[in-house]
């Protein structure tokens, strides 16, 4: 179980690093595989529709999580590594 939990932290620091390298204000991922990003002034939707037309990646408009969740997306490190790695490469196509 501890091997198990060791990968998916070890995804959750890849996808962490990545938006941090972009300048993204990064939250979450200590106690569950689940990393908030902050997008100040957009719309939670108009990221999540960015992201998924421009890298065809799955994330969560963090306005469905309350109005509190506006103006951030939520990005799972459940996954194989390489898609994760995949994920965190196109990311960094699209913010750079």
């Given at each position: 179980m501890h091997e198990v939990i060791g990968f998916y932290k070890q995804n959750t620091r890849i996808i962490m690093e990545t938006?941090?390298?972009l300048g993204f204000k990064v939250y979450g991922g200590k106690n569950a595989p689940y990393v908030r990003v902050?997008?100040?002034?957009?719309?939670?939707?108009?990221?999540?529709a960015e992201i998924l037309e421009k890298t065809h990646?799955?994330?969560?408009?963090?306005?469905?999580?309350?109005?509190?969740?506006?103006g951030f997306i939520r990005v799972s490190a459940f996954g194989h590594r390489e898609n994760v790695?995949?994920?965190?490469?196109?990311?960094k196509e699209l913010y750079r």
């Open positions: 938006f941090n390298s902050h997008f100040p002034g957009r719309s939670s939707w108009d990221v999540f990646v799955v994330t969560t408009p963090g306005s469905g999580f309350g109005p509190g969740g506006e790695l995949e994920a965190c490469r196109r990311f």
